[in-house]
């Protein structure tokens, strides 16, 4: 039972870059996932939801516009998109298992700078 993300790295500002999230060990397509991100000496916050049915999603004000949360059921993935990068977005960045036992993943660092 694990989550892998991938897709980190170095971006300049207003560049983009697409996380992914794999799952493994449960069933994917029943469950609902968040990405949340943490910065250095900051709390971890969540910035996007998605359902299992990918119905429903949520951002946070601070992403809202700029990222976009997918998942592809058949690949067991969740993705998180993001355009316009901002300094301010660099952190690590983490994929959650958000129903039924939290589960997370090991993280992905994603540096904005120019």
């Known amino acids: 039972v694990q989550l892998v993300e991938s897709g980190g790295g170095s971006v300049q500002p207003g560049g983009s870059l697409r996380l992914s999230c794999t799952a493994s060990g449960f069933p994917f397509s029943s469950t609902h996932f968040s990405w949340y991100r943490q910065a250095p000496g900051k709390d971890r916050e969540s910035i996007a939801y998605?359902?299992?049915?990918?119905?429903?999603?949520y951002y946070a004000d601070s992403v809202n516009g700029r990222f976009t949360i997918s998942r592809d059921n058949a690949k067991n993935t969740v993705y998180l998109q993001m355009n316009n990068v901002k300094p301010d977005d660099t952190a690590v960045y983490y994929c959650?298992?958000?129903?039924?036992?939290?589960?997370w993943g090991q993280g992905t660092q994603v540096t904005v700078s120019s």
């Open positions: 959650a298992r958000v129903s039924g036992p939290w589960l």
């Open positions: 998605i359902s299992s049915t990918g119905d429903s999603t």
